[in-house]
């Protein structure tokens, strides 16, 4: 019999006891052995809870009982989290964790200090998809080319919304905070931030680079409109979230933005609260997985999978590797970035104006590869809308800040990324 | 440093020597330790090849050989490969195989002789997918619903081409033999028996469930028109041939056939050659895994996967279960499948000819959903083309022959599942 001691018994820990108890059969004879839920820890005792878990708030009783083979590490947050689960590993215990931010902060330590202990984190990347097995374990023979997650399923959500049925970000916001999908503050899912500690996570053991979230360009969607979702439609784009990771010769590009990618790619398809990942690899291609990125059950699974395979005596490293990984390769500074850019821009509907930006635009290398004119409610202002050919980002932003100083362009450009 | 031998060396076997080699550096860092072909089998010593895998025709210098530690299996057939693996395996060596047919019909012998030795098949389903590992290891936690997969290459592209640009059957399988997407007899492949021997593996893993492709229902795609197709198109569908497993009750339903899926689900966004396996958990809901499901280098790509895992040490159980799996659960017969039909039918065209169809149909308690009718070249003749609601496929067939006796109906009826 396997015992298990939860660390945060909240919603995802609570479905992790009822499905270890309802599925006791088959997890059973997968694993091999009989797999129990001995004890766990929350922050409030006093709060009220249905559960059947014997609870304590002293994360210590699961981390040095002796009788506890398997830790899974629920708590949410970076340092608490960092120093039980180190305890635990000093303790020999198995650890299985769901927490993206501990990993995004501290993947490479937890590495060195499990050594040949089990860590493993399914949940942390994409939820229920397993994606972090097929990285680590099914693509084991490729150098990968390139990683794009639909990762937050808060994001997609909205912008699908914003797609399909035309509703403007305020107004599905509010309506994604209702239904439980976003925060009260949403600033950590719509701001990329949440994506951007899974695409870090999945960087790692694709790349065996190591960067943290304030090394890597993150933006969200907040700036969206129905008019940049108007003109992806007429272009033939969807707009997502994505979490890219892109080898570049000796660099590797990690960014998380909004992307305008072509409407017939696979993951373009991929709409809702669902997550998907697409991998490029140099010898299997392009694979994708697609699935709940959120949601206690989903999370469960994930979670579960990971004590079934420790149980079955399967480990391989944590990351991935026992040596250094492609140990040439260097995360690309954010400026030298090289992509398709989209850009909106109000202007003075006049004559003139137009060879004004293209020759601005020129000073930089920058060329036009579609655009639309858009007359707004102003009649003296148009709405201009183009995307570019490939340039580097820094030359974009200093195109940027060149046009927006331009008499005839009013406040400031949007901009989103484009992928083919 | 691991020592394979490799039984076969064709296109797939090359490849796995050639990715071996390129990607060395990653492999063994993923690995832990330098993994090299030292030799290989072909049938046929005098054909020429661009190899340099010493080779020789000998079977047993492979599965004999104390230096090899693990034989991978890449000759296709039943009862040889059979033979060999086992003598493998009764050696002490790790055994990776992509045969599926071998599976198909020895996959419980295996396992039982395997034991505690790894016996890994990624390779078998779906090519450079992970799905295998997938559905053993990341859905471990979860009781299965259903599995669809559209596993077969020759037969999505064939699909693909009829339904996007329109090719009529005869034309589009002459391109196919002609790109070498199809054979020179393609019966395998259209006539669903390969992607059969996918299902069963699968199927295995999900259920217990032990079966030979003769147990269960497998027709392929011969009989698909630019009718159906403009029909499918009309009322929301795609037409693919998909490899089902579903649990109903205490029974699981196992069937090979071209099925009408609606437009918005994922898999029917599946185009081309490419693979894709929808499974369905318990707890973790949909997921999905799409890729290259045939080629010689996305293939070796899952060979070297199962070979990397050997070496590290991972091994779980062959079919990822160490005792009896959802034990209760029993092949459905054919006849007792549940589902909802597409019919096409030549009939008189005149006035209660509608009234005689429809009453035999109620006979064997069978309602239409929705109808479409359309003139054929003959203007006695109309074509009839109508979808169901559920029934019982042994009422389905007695209902077809029933209809195909109608004086006012001409030929065979043609019959198509829907899934929704």
Known sequence: MIKIGILGVGTV????????????????????????????????????RDTSIRLS??????????????????????????????????????????????LAYHRYELQEIAGDIPLMYEASTAGG?????????????NHIDSIQGIMNGTCN????????????????????????????D???????FDASHKLLILASIAYGIDAKPEDILIEGIENITQTDVAFAKEFGYEIKLLGIAKKVGEGVELRVHATMIPQDSMI????????????????????????????????ASAVIADIVDIVRGNHGPMLGYKKGLESGLKLLPK??????YYLRLEVDDRSGVLAAITSTLEKYGISIEAMLQKPT?????????????HCPEVKMQEAIKALEALDVVYGRIAMIRIEK
């Not at 088959?26 to 709060?47: C, D, F, P, Q, Y």
């Not at 998809?129 to 023979?141: E, M, Q, V, Y």
């Not at 400026?335 to 398709?340: G, H, K």
């Open 377 to 389: 409610s102003d009649e003296d202002i148009a709405k201009l809308l183009f995307t570019t050919h």
């Open 186 to 192: 949403p600033t950590f899912d719509v701001g990329g």
């Open 157 to 184: 959500y909205m912008l699908t919304k914003m797609i399909k049925e035309g509703a403007q970000y305020d107004e599905i916001l509010k309506e994604a905070q209702e239904l439980g999908y976003a925060e009260a």
């Open 129 to 141: 998809i397993p994606i972090i097995g097929a990285l680590r374990n099914g693509l084991s023979a």
């Open 268 to 299: 373009a398809k991929v709409d809702g609260v669902m997550n998907a990942v697409t991998v490029v690899g140099d010898r299997v291609g392009e694979t994708m997985y697609y699935g709940p990125g959120a949601g206690g059950d989903a999370t």
């Open 335 to 340: 400026e030298q970035i090289v992509t398709q």
């Open 13 to 48: 820990g609570e479905s992790v006891a009822k499905i270890l108890e309802a599925n006791a059969d088959i997890i059973e004879a997968r694993a091999g052995k009989k797999i129990v839920v001995k004890s766990g820890v929350v922050r409030n005792l006093a709060k009220k």
């Open 57 to 102: 708030d002293d994360p210590l009783s699961v981390v040095d009982d002796p009788e506890i083979d398997i830790v899974v590490e629920l708590m949410g947050g970076v340092e608490e989290p960092y120093r039980l689960v180190k305890q635990a590993l000093k303790n020999g215990k198995a650890v299985v964790t769901a927490n993206k931010a501990l």
